[in-house]
């Protein structure tokens, strides 16, 4: 049986559908007994002619496409073993199909994590100082001193005054200096043994310094037990029991690499330090659709208790990421006072670990390629603290740190685009879920067709 056939020079994959163009047509006789998969074909093009640069071919009488396999030159004739190309074969079908695309190279699914590359060492990392209401600048500060005395207003039993550095000096020295405000009679006991029977420190309870000012009520003269003093201060009114502090941030940093799920752990670690409520590491997966965190603090300006409140804001809506509590304000002791200090239990550190961990595609883990997520030291975490000047030394920030991965190569392995679709509508390297395929085809063709779909190839 004798047709026509187009011969080409062709460079192409195996797992391709491209097809050529151009081509040399030639005349060809089929082998007796050929099949259409694996034909084996002649052609008399005599001695001269030399048909071993042709590589591909095209039979329209079995609108079919081949891979030469070889050629045999016997018999005054050249002889060439052919392969069917079910992937150029049928390529309209192929892309008029509907398949659920597990990688391509023409989109991506930023969501999805691709583990297929694996961590590497290096890292990016960004540190950003953030805004305090604390200083640790004792004379910037305010005492807060709880006194008894016989003033008709306080809390309880005891009156709060906000004094500044100076007034908590001129306090003490009023007191100590001398007892004169007391109106004791020296003829009828001694000076020195009205000191040693009178302690006026015993009538304030409470001293605690906070690491902010205090602005207090208007300036009175402080009562101590029944007497008045020379010394002056500003009470605490309503407004001063609880101080809130808010701060905001607007540009939270995110993977350089802008792919969303590189927001995620392990590529994304943020950790905040901030005294004195500690070092705490925050969940990446709250933040991966913001950039804005806001950070709210409450000071009990009596006990010197505080809490800060994480949260992050889209809009009008906010969503609380953690509570901290610890001692804000540094008890100061005084003769006879009784501290009023977070409780050791709560404020001695409470750790928790947060396990890096990555994942590593199979070509890796077949080649003993390691993952330097495996090796990723867990960080440790302290909430609260007793309190204590130092610790409002250091400014407060917000660490982040970003992990590499290997170089990706969407050419070769694609993207992670996990949904249907057409593959007409994609191009370059594909791989679907269980590839269903109608085509007018063979059983092995199909075969064929459906494990490169299912294995990756390129749709050109």
């Not at 996990?418 to 390297?429: P, V």
């Amino acid at each position: 049986m004798s047709f026509s056939a187009t011969f080409y020079t062709f460079s192409k994959r195996p797992d391709s559908t491209k097809q050529p163009s151009g081509g040399t047509a030639y005349q060809i006789i089929l082998k007796h007994g050929c099949s259409i998969i694996r034909p084996t074909i002649s052609l008399d093009i005599g001695q001269a002619g030399n048909p071993t640069g042709y590589n591909y071919c095209y039979i329209p009488e079995f609108n079919r496409y081949y891979f030469v396999s070889d050629w045999i030159f016997e018999n005054r004739l050249w002889t060439a073993s052919l392969k069917v190309d079910a992937l150029a074969t049928y390529k309209s079908y192929i892309g008029s199909s509907n398949q659920y695309i597990l990688r391509c190279a023409s989109a991506e699914n930023q969501t999805v994590v691709d583990t297929l590359y694996p961590l590497v060492t290096t890292q990016a990392k960004d540190v950003k100082v953030l805004t305090t209401p604390f200083t640790s600048n004792i004379k910037e500060g305010t005492y807060i001193v709880g006194i008894l005395g016989s003033s008709n207003s306080g809390i309880g039993a005891t009156k709060y005054y906000a004094l500044d550095n100076l007034s908590m000096r001129a306090l003490c020295y009023s007191l100590l200096n001398t007892i004169d405000y007391m109106n004791i009679d020296y003829n009828e006991i001694g000076m020195s043994l009205a000191r040693a029977l009178v302690n006026p420190m015993q009538y304030i309870v409470s001293c605690i310094w906070v690491p902010f000012s205090v602005t207090g009520g208007a300036e009175e003269v402080i009562k101590v037990g029944w007497w008045e003093t020379t010394t002056t201060g500003r009470p605490l009114t309503e407004t001063d029991l609880v101080k809130t502090f808010s701060y905001g941030i607007s540009d939270l940093p995110k993977h350089p690499s802008g792919k969303v799920y590189k927001y995620l752990k392990p590529y994304t670690s943020y950790y905040l330090d901030f005294p004195p409520f500690g070092y705490v590491e925050l969940d990446p997966t709250d933040l991966v659709n913001t950039t804005n965190l806001a950070y709210d603090i409450q000071v009990d300006c009596i006990t010197g208790i505080g809490t800060m409140r994480i949260q992050t804001v889209s809009g009008n809506n906010a969503a609380v990421l953690g509570m901290y509590t610890s001692q804000v304000g540094v008890p100061m002791a005084l003769s006879a006072a009784t501290e009023n200090i977070l409780s050791a239990g709560f404020s001695l550190a409470s750790m928790g670990v947060a396990l890096k961990f990555g994942a590593i595609g199979a070509f890796a883990l077949a080649s003993g390629i390691g993952n330097v997520a495996d090796s990723l030291v867990p960080k440790i975490q302290t909430v609260g603290s007793n309190g204590g000047v130092g610790l409002y030394a250091v400014a407060p920030r917000l660490t982040s740190i970003f992990q590499y991965t290997t170089a990706e190569d969407p050419t070769h392995n694609g993207y992670p685009y996990m949904q249907a679709g057409t593959i007409g509508n994609f191009s370059g390297y594909i791989k679907v879920d269980n590839a269903q395929i109608d085509a007018p085809a063979t059983d092995s063709e199909l075969s064929e067709i459906i494990s490169y779909m299912n294995n990756g190839f390129y749709y050109e």
